[in-house]
């Protein structure tokens, strides 16, 4: 942890309600540190009714850049005064910038870390069919990206009738910005048609909330539908093996990628934005992410 800091040193932080959790101070801090930037992270609890204030304070005070969780993924897009090809589409942000004028823009580094982490399992998005459990922030964070950098097909599949409805939505949006990707919407309800879109795909992934604690026994697919040669892949990192993954790696699936991967690759991303290093995330992943609860390792080496 930082130790010298100077009337230099710049700030950086995450705004959101709850930020108590949040794995990004010690992820930021850590990697300031390591590659030499005079800057300190810290949380600051924001509701959607203080986040007015909250965006003056930023303004005001200089701070360099955000992250921004929920609930004000969304509401911070009026004050930002430009937004990402990305963000735009997914309708959120959760990384800003600010320029020495102050400017703001906004960027969704989701979808970017969730695509950066497949690849780290030799699995690239480009030509290839991916089914999508879901229709919340994540799904679509991933799903935008995906459609971005050239997937073949997507299919968004939901669980309730309303849901549906969003997917068909997304489905819309995503092939106008992205004619060359078809994308279906396909209800969960519809097992037969599920297992077909599943059967033809190349990537499975969970981007809903089944699965994680306290939903941890949950899963919204049947082992039998897994092959070696489908790569699975959930959101969820707590557990850091969901009961999805499990039954995929004991079906033999190839590749099986849990979510904490993806935390650690949107944040190197928004550690590129905000200083244009890298982050030393092989480093970062060993140090904070070794035990189960992200972010507490680095404190409690004392680091
Ligand atoms: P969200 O509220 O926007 O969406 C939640 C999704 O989960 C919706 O599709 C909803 O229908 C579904 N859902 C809710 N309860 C469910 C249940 N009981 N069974 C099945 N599905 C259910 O939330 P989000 O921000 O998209 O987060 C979804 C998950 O993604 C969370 O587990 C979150 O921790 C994880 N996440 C991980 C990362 C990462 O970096 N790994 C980043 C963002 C979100």
Not at 191 to 208: K, P, Q
Not at 281 to 302: C, I, K, M, T
Request: aromatic share 6%; with cysteine.
């Amino acid at each position: 942890m930082k130790t010298e800091i100077s009337g230099r040193t710049g700030l950086y932080c995450l705004i959101g309600s709850p930020v108590g959790h949040s794995g990004s101070p010690a992820m930021h801090n850590y990697s300031f540190q390591r590659t030499g930037v005079d800057a300190v992270y810290l949380a600051f609890d924001v509701t959607l009714g203080t986040l007015p204030d909250a965006i003056r304070a930023i303004r005001t005070l200089g701070i360099r850049g955000f992250n921004i969780t929920m609930p004000c993924k969304t509401a911070v897009m009026e004050y930002l005064d430009e937004i990402s090809p990305a963000a735009a589409l997914i309708g959120a942000c959760n990384t800003v910038t600010v320029s020495p004028e102050g400017r703001l823009a906004g960027y969704n580094t989701d979808g970017i870390g969730f695509l950066q982490n497949l690849r780290c399992h030799g699995v690239e998005i480009r030509g290839r069919h991916m089914v999508m459990l879901g229709t919340g922030g994540a799904a679509m964070a991933i799903c935008a990206q995906a459609a971005l950098d050239g997937a073949r097909c997507i299919t968004i599949c939901s669980r309730s009738p309303s849901s549906y409805r969003t997917a068909c939505g997304i489905a819309g949006k995503l092939e106008k910005a992205a004619p060359g990707t078809e994308v279906r919407a396909v209800p969960l309800a519809d097992r037969e048609a599920f297992a077909r879109e599943v059967a033809a795909a190349d990537i499975l992934v969970n981007g809903t909330k089944a699965g994680m604690a306290p939903l941890d026994g949950e899963t919204l697919v049947e082992p039998s539908l897994f092959r070696p040669e489908l790569a699975v892949a959930d959101v969820v990192y707590n557990p850091r093996e969901t009961r999805m993954l499990r039954e995929a790696r004991e079906a033999g699936c190839r590749t099986v990628v849990g979510g904490i991967g993806m935390l650690l690759w949107q944040g190197a991303e928004a550690f590129r934005l905000f200083t244009g290093k890298e982050m030393p995330v092989e480093e970062v992943q060993q140090r904070l992410f070794a035990l189960d609860n992200p972010g507490r390792s680095l404190h409690d080496r004392g680091i």
